[in-house]
Nanobody
Framework: QVQLVESGGGLVQAGGSLRLSCAASGSIRSINAMGWYRQAPGKQREFVAHITSGGSTNYADSVKGRFTISRDNAKNTVYLQMNSLKSEDTAVYYC?????????WGQGTQVTVSS
C-alpha cells in the first residue's frame, strides 16, 4: 500500500500563488506516476496534472501556463506550483499515485481563491 499526505492548501486572492505538496510513503515502486486532481463543489473530480517517475508531464488545458508540477524522487514527493490563481481554481485538490496494479489517493487539501 501507498499512503499520500497533501499539504499547502489555503485561502489566496485571485492572481496569487500557492504550492501544494504530496508526500508518498509505503511500498513505493521505482516506476510510477504521481499527480493532482481537483473537485469543486457540485462538480466531478477532474484531472489537473501528472508527472512520471521519468519526469514526463501532462496538464489540463485549464491550467497550462499557470501551474507547474514537479517531483523529488528521493523524497517521494510531488509538488504543484499554482500561479495566477483564479476563482474557478477553487476546489479540493487530491494527490494520486499510480503504478501497475495500484492507485492510491490522498485525503485532499482545500484551495480557495477569493475574487
Amino acid at each position: 500500500q501507498v499512503q499520500l499526505v497533501e499539504s499547502g492548501g489555503g485561502l489566496v486572492q485571485a492572481g496569487g500563488s500557492l504550492r501544494l505538496s504530496c508526500a508518498a510513503s509505503g511500498s513505493i515502486r521505482s516506476i510510477n506516476a504521481m499527480g493532482w486532481y481537483r473537485q469543486a463543489p457540485g462538480k466531478q473530480r477532474e484531472f489537473v496534472a501528472h508527472i512520471t517517475s521519468g519526469g514526463s508531464t501532462n496538464y489540463a488545458d485549464s491550467v497550462k501556463g499557470r501551474f507547474t508540477i514537479s517531483r523529488d524522487n528521493a523524497k517521494n514527493t510531488v509538488y504543484l506550483q499554482m500561479n495566477s490563481l483564479k476563482s474557478e481554481d477553487t476546489a479540493v485538490y487530491y494527490c494520486i499515485y499510480n503504478t501497475v496494479g495500484l492507485t492510491s489517493w490522498g485525503q485532499g487539501t482545500q484551495v480557495t481563491v477569493s475574487s
